[in-house]
């Protein structure tokens, strides 16, 4: 069972009046009753359920010289459920840390998802993916790859329920994906631009070189 996250202590606009745990089945739901002070000076009672599921990683793998990008497709229950006809979505690969640091995380991701062994993951920024109700923050990296550096099979971990298939693509090629609806996924989608807007053969530079 995964450990409940913590309560931030009392802040100047924010005061906890309640924490009730909801469920711990997979990760942590629980509902919190906070008083929150608004701008016009007045404190208001609210309520809300947050889902804690861990922070994440998530990786492009990208090749300059060709201009082609590394993604992958799985079957995602959430997206079939809300109108994704067959449930299969094409992504970035990602994963959650299980312990380990984000970039460690993402390494050992790659590998099982891709099969591809990359050293020096270079990260780009983070975000919180739906900071209404989840807490998740995930941290985005890119890394360079070439051929001889896929040494498996990829697929994910059968145990765990995975089924991935690896697809290579031009960027440009992905990108139109997301144009036409093909691509859904918003982590993906963020790399995929991030990548367009910043080029390929610039990715590994410092910010603002």
Known sequence: MRPSFLIPPPAQHVRVLGDERLSDNWYVLRKL?????????????QTREV????????????????????????????????????????????????????ETC????????????????????????????????LHFF????????????????????EDIEVIELPLDGALAMVRSGAIEDAKTIMLLQHAKITGLDRLLLPSGA
């Open 33 to 45: 009753t906070i008083e929150l002070l608004r701008r016009g000076g007045t404190w208001q009672q």
């Open 51 to 102: 889902y804690d599921r861990g922070n994440g990683a998530a990786l492009l793998l990208f090749n300059a010289r060709r201009q082609t990008v590394v993604l992958t497709r799985q079957f995602r229950l959430p997206a079939w459920v809300n109108g994704c006809a067959d449930g299969m979505l094409i992504e970035a690969c990602a994963g959650l840390p299980d312990g380990d640091d984000p």
């Open 106 to 137: 993402i390494r050992r991701e790659a590998a099982e998802e891709t099969g591809f062994n990359i050293q020096a993951p270079h990260k780009v920024f983070e975000a919180y993916m739906s900071p209404g109700s989840v807490t998740e923050k």
């Open 142 to 161: 890119v890394a360079p790859y070439e051929s001889s550096d896929r040494t498996g099979e990829g697929g994910g971990v059968v145990n765990e329920g």
